[in-house]
């Protein structure tokens, strides 16, 4: 089965290919087909909005097309900035004022938890749908650490790997991370 990755952030590119590596015929990029589309997310949750994400490419392709949606959820925030993680700070989107306002709110809270989460849709020709959900539990810091990654990487530590993702190699990120696991259940389920 050949596979397009419904996404135009190069990161999650890049993560998701070196997971899927060898698992099939041949992965494409949107760049590679020539296929420019970007839906807006007005879906309320994340397995909405990775369908959104799916069903735009899939009008332009008859390969089988794998969307993400991801975010970071905050205990001490009630779960934000949860879908809307890509335009917490405002738009057009920015990992830095992203960053920032986290900090901002998250000032002089003790309490610190904090996870990723993914759903992961695979979507078919012919519309039939694949879901995998993953996850992965940390903390949020006082300061960045590490210039890896991308996103709130650098802000949040992972209990598993003892440091942030902005420090992990890719390899150990992609060995913990929410995109990973729901990866792996999708992979699971095929
Ligand atoms: P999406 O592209 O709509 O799924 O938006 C996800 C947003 O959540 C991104 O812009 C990042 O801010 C954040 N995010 C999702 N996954 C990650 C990750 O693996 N590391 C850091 N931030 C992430």
């Known amino acids: 089965m050949e596979l397009v990755i419904a996404s135009n952030?190069?990161?999650k590119v890049r993560e998701i290919s070196e997971i899927l590596a060898g698992k099939f015929d041949r992965i494409?990029?949107?760049?590679e087909l020539n296929i420019h589309v970007d839906p807006?997310?007005?879906a309320p949750d994340f397995l909405g909005n990775a369908m959104i994400k799916a069903e735009a490419v899939a009008v332009f392709t008859d390969k089988a097309v794998i969307a993400d949606d991801s975010g970071l959820e905050v205990d001490?925030?009630?779960g934000a900035p949860g879908v809307f993680s890509a335009r917490y700070g405002g738009e057009p989107c920015s990992d830095d004022r992203n960053n920032e306002k986290l900090l901002r709110e998250m000032s002089g809270v003790q309490d610190r938890k904090a996870r990723f989460v993914t759903t992961m849709v695979l979507r078919f020709p012919g519309g039939k749908t694949l879901v995998g959900v993953g996850d992965v539990k940390g903390e949020i810091?006082?300061?960045k650490r590490g210039k890896n990654g991308f996103g709130y990487d650098p802000l949040?530590?992972?209990y598993e790997l003892k440091k942030t993702f902005g420090e992990?190699?890719?390899e150990e990120k992609n060995s913990v991370?929410?995109?990973s696991r729901a990866l792996q259940e999708l992979l699971t389920k095929l």
């Open 40 to 42: 807006e997310e007005t």
């Open 141 to 143: 810091l006082l300061e």
């Open 76 to 78: 001490a925030l009630g």
């Open 177 to 179: 991370s929410h995109r």
């Open 9 to 11: 952030n190069k990161h």
């Open 168 to 170: 992990a190699s890719e």
């Open 28 to 31: 494409y990029s949107l760049s």
């Open 156 to 158: 949040f530590y992972s």
